[in-house]
């Protein structure tokens, strides 16, 4: 029998050794096992860790914001755009299934964007990203919003070199969203609870909300806006003008 | 679905792994996933099919091992097993969320024919 695989060329009686190495010649194949050990997002995470490094050589602040659809993402940028516009360089990267939409939205503010569509896909990954920077003007100390798919699931798995990620939720949505969709929370640095201005008519319990995100992320902060009367947008953006500073 | 992606991750590994060694083909693909790595196995299955057909990863079998998630009590630092976060705490009732366990998703080796 064949020390090095097992098999059998004649019928057994008969074996025939070379001093050195596999001393037979035979068609069939060896099986072997090569040890891999690595994360399934490796490649996607190799990616997102030099992107990371370009923007911290270029003193770039980059937010993921995250959220389910229609959580007021856009026009929360449409507002933090015009306020720190004249204070901070502020570029944006838009993700959506499809459509130019948002990015229509976020040009007439002035600041470059550029709008990735990822098709049938449900989230922003890595290399996306790492195509959408070489299409922008990105410059140094500056902040970028990179607006995710609307999905509060899949993104929360993809790194995509991002300094946080801000997770987003409106009023509207209800308060056991952190219990809910808690990996998202998890992956998040930062909660931005959005449409405050809509608390009179909608039955959201802001304290049960932080208590549920703060369970799963217990290092969560929060802040509170609306976008549209500007309730709570000083401090947001105050947070954002020290995070860029 | 992101399990499509992570199929073609996979799909991506064991090809560059195999051929790394030569391999004539790939005979099969073990994994190793958290049961609270947020994926869906029947997903990931039914993705990595899709995107191994017509590559060189195309009939290797995907072998899946599942890792039971475990968490540790933010309140009396139990551990204990769990199968979704918020679940509670046998011993004092605190919802559990640390998740130290079952998390993982790896790509543990390819067996392949040379």
């Known amino acids: ?245 | 679905m992101h399990e499509m992606s992570l199929a073609m991750n996979i799909v991506d590994l064991a090809i560059t792994n195999a051929k790394k060694e030569h391999a004539k083909c790939i005979n099969h693909i073990e994994v190793e996933i958290g049961t609270m790595s947020g994926v869906m196995i029947d997903a990931l299955r039914f993705g990595f099919e899709a995107a191994a057909k017509n590559t060189f990863a195309e009939g290797a079998e995907l072998v899946i091992n599942e890792v039971a998630a475990k968490a540790r009590c933010r309140k009396c630092d139990a551990i204990q097993p769990v199968t979704a976060y918020f679940e509670e705490c046998p011993i004092c009732n605190e919802f559990l969320t640390d998740i130290i366990q079952g998390k993982d998703m790896r790509v543990l080796s390819v067996t392949i024919d040379e």
């Open chain 1, 1 to 245: 029998m064949c020390d090095h695989c097992g098999c059998s060329p004649s019928d057994n009686s008969v074996t025939i050794h070379k001093p050195s190495g596999h001393g037979h010649n035979h068609d069939h194949q060896h099986r072997r096992t090569v040890r891999v050990e690595q994360d399934i997002l490796f490649s996607n995470n190799q990616v997102a860790r030099i992107t990371r490094e370009y923007f911290q050589s270029q003193n770039i602040t980059a937010l993921n914001l995250v959220s389910s659809p229609g959580s007021g993402k856009t026009t929360l940028l449409e507002q933090t755009i015009r306020a720190l516009n004249d204070e901070i360089r502020i570029a944006v990267i838009e993700g959506d299934q499809q459509t130019m939409r948002d990015a229509q939205r976020i040009e007439a503010t002035g600041v470059p964007v550029v709008q990735v569509n990822t098709g049938t896909g449900c989230h922003l990954d890595a290399r996306m990203i790492e195509w959408a920077i070489h299409q922008l003007p990105l410059k140094d100390h500056s902040l970028l919003f990179i607006e995710n798919v609307g999905n509060l699931v899949c993104p929360a798995l993809f790194d995509l070199g991002e300094d946080m990620k801000v997770v987003i939720i409106s009023v509207t949505e209800g308060d056991d969203k952190p219990q809910k969709y808690p990996t998202m929370f998890e992956a998040a640095s930062l909660g931005v609870i959005t449409k405050t201005d809509l608390l009179p008519y909608v039955d959201f319990d802001m304290e049960e909300c932080r208590r549920l995100a703060l369970a799963v992320n217990p290092a969560l902060e929060f802040h509170a806006v609306s976008a549209k009367t500007g309730q709570g947008m000083d401090t947001w953006l105050n947070w954002l003008r020290n995070r860029c500073g």
